[in-house]
């Protein structure tokens, strides 16, 4: 029976989930800003005992591929790495994108319609994929900035857009009038989606290397220089 520890931290929330053969057994969640580096590895801890197993019986390890947080992204994938290094099973990377787009496709999305995730990129600024409610890939990801007309693309040719995710709180405003748009609530990032995918990757034998993958920030990480002065 394979089971796969899932691990999500590319936005604010701290989650972690165990499936087995693609059905959820557990998941625990965190809502706390920066909550990551002091609460992940207990959470996976009480996570493993509660479902009554051990680390030594999980089958792989599955990580959010981004795009997000550069912070939460990295803390989650140090310690996929180092419990995949320690217990020499595979790492499975998955999109938020394309878990929270699996998890809509349970809402029964219009077959006309277009699926639009969305992660804050701050301000206006989303990260954002679309995909047909098969999941087939319309537009890769991409990073915008929200305007009024950002979708108009799109809806001549879909009757509904569904967005989703944090990012799609900030559309609210500029969408809520507009009838083809269907915005849907408390849809977040959560390795109870990660889970389900994870378990398709594992049986194609889709694992990254451990030494070289890195997740998919969504743009360049900039560290702005700092004002203070140097000792030197």
């Known amino acids: 029976m394979i089971t796969i520890l899932s691990i999500e931290t590319a936005t604010s929330i701290c989650s972690v989930a165990v499936h087995q ?12 800003e ?23 019986d999980l089958n792989a390890i599955a990580v959010s591929g981004g795009p997000g947080s550069y912070t939460g992204l990295r803390i989650g994938l140090s310690t996929a790495k180092g419990l995949c290094y320690a217990l020499d099973i595979p790492l499975i990377a998955v999109s938020s994108l394309d878990a929270m787009s699996f998890h809509v496709q349970h809402y029964g999305p219009e077959q006309n319609g277009l699926l639009v995730p969305m992660i804050d990129a701050r301000r206006m600024e989303v990260f954002y994929k679309a995909l047909s409610p098969s999941l087939k890939e319309i537009e890769p990801l991409s990073n915008l900035i929200l305007e009024e007309n950002s979708f108009d693309k799109f809806t001549e040719k ?13 559309a609210y405003k500029l969408y809520q009038q507009k009838g083809n748009f269907k915005i849907l ?11 389900h995918l994870a378990f398709f990757k594992f049986k194609q034998n889709e694992f990254e290397n451990l030494a070289y993958f890195e997740p998919n920030y969504g743009k360049e990480f900039f560290s702005p220089v700092s004002k203070k002065k140097s000792f030197l």
């Open 21 to 32: 053969e693609g059905r959820l057994l557990a998941s625990a969640e965190l809502y706390l």
């Open 34 to 56: 920066k909550s990551h580096s002091s609460s992940l590895s207990l959470l996976i801890e009480q996570l493993i005992s509660h479902c009554d197993l051990h680390l030594a």
């Open 158 to 170: 879909y009757s509904t857009l569904y967005l989703f995710g944090n990012g799609a709180e900030k």
């Open 185 to 195: 609530e408390d849809v977040n990032p959560s390795a109870k989606f990660l889970g």
